[in-house]
């Protein structure tokens, strides 16, 4: 495997575009895996799969040998500002995901998209995924910046079902110097993480719940230079252990994004805190300077 935090990518992948009509009907083999066989929403059909491919959009997959283990589809956005690519779906196979993958899919995918001349992706995700946000937010520099809520309306695959779709937008500046140093440079220290953490203010409040895994108390808004966002660890033992509290947890962090955001808070980083033997998940967040004389209003959402 590449080093960490290596804009290199594994030796057990090739990674390239999708080419041939089996290739792209792997993708509904990947989508069912990740969604579960009682997905009512159906798969990418091939072809619209082919239509992306060939008129301007990526449809990239990592192959194990013959066998597709993820894919990331993509398609060009424009804002009536800004020309982007936005990224519909980024999937891999359970049996992959602590291989790195889903990093060495979008490294992949920024260097595709840099080849058609863009220097921006965008996609929505869900701020409840922890293992996204760390991937997204920290390990790719990715920033949310608009909050939209119940955004595909109720779905009832594995990853939604019982709860609300909600999503944040991830604005992804691939050319930045920023995000170039991100992926390339060493892991940040997690002793850095902790104290920015115990010194920023908390936006949600949380306590243990029956089951002990955690769950929202209170919204409060956030004061000072830093606060912080804590979300689920693992939103599927949320599911399994706690589903009562999965709308809390929804509406908690939907009041808790929106409450910063009006304030002139903006997420900027993703941590994994250890706190006497357990694993908490948090957006990190700081005050947005002010905007100099003559700049138009922030965009909301």
Do not use: C
């Amino acid at each position: 495997m590449a080093g960490p935090r290596s804009n290199g990518r594994s030796e057990a992948f090739r990674f390239r575009r999708l080419e041939k009509p089996e290739e792209f009907r792997q993708v509904e083999e990947v989508e069912r895996a990740l969604y579960g066989p009682d997905a009512t929403s159906p798969p990418l059909p091939v072809p619209l799969l082919r239509a992306l491919q060939d008129n301007g959009g990526l449809v990239l997959g990592a192959f194990a040998d013959i066998y597709l283990a993820g894919f990331a589809a993509s398609l060009i956005g424009w804002d009536g500002t800004t020309l982007y690519h936005y990224s519909h779906l980024t999937a891999v196979r359970p049996e992959y995901r602590n291989h790195r993958l889903g990093f060495q899919l979008k490294s992949f995918q920024r260097d595709e998209v840099l080849k058609l001349g863009l220097a921006e992706i965008r996609w929505a995700f869900d701020p409840l995924q922890s293992r996204t946000a760390w991937l997204e937010v920290h390990q790719l520099g990715a920033r949310p910046d608009r909050y939209y809520p119940h955004y595909y309306g109720q779905l009832a695959d594995a990853l939604n079902l019982g709860i609300e779709t909600d999503r944040m937008r991830a604005v992804w500046s691939i050319a930045s110097p920023a995000v170039e140093a991100r992926m390339a440079g060493p892991p940040a220290s997690p002793e850095a993480a902790r104290q920015r953490w115990e010194r920023s203010t908390a936006i949600v409040e949380t306590e243990p719940g029956e089951s002990g895994i955690r769950v929202p108390r209170a919204v409060a808004e956030p004061t000072g230079a830093e606060a912080h966002l804590e979300i689920p660890f693992d939103l599927d033992l949320v599911r399994q252990h706690e589903p009562k509290s999965l709308r809390r947890w929804r509406h908690a962090s939907r009041d808790a994004f929106r409450a910063a955001a009006d304030l002139g808070y903006v997420v900027d980083d993703f941590a994994v805190i250890s706190t006497e033997h357990e694993r908490r998940s948090f957006y990190l967040l700081s005050r947005a300077p002010p905007a100099p004389p003559g700049a138009g209003p922030p965009s909301g959402g």
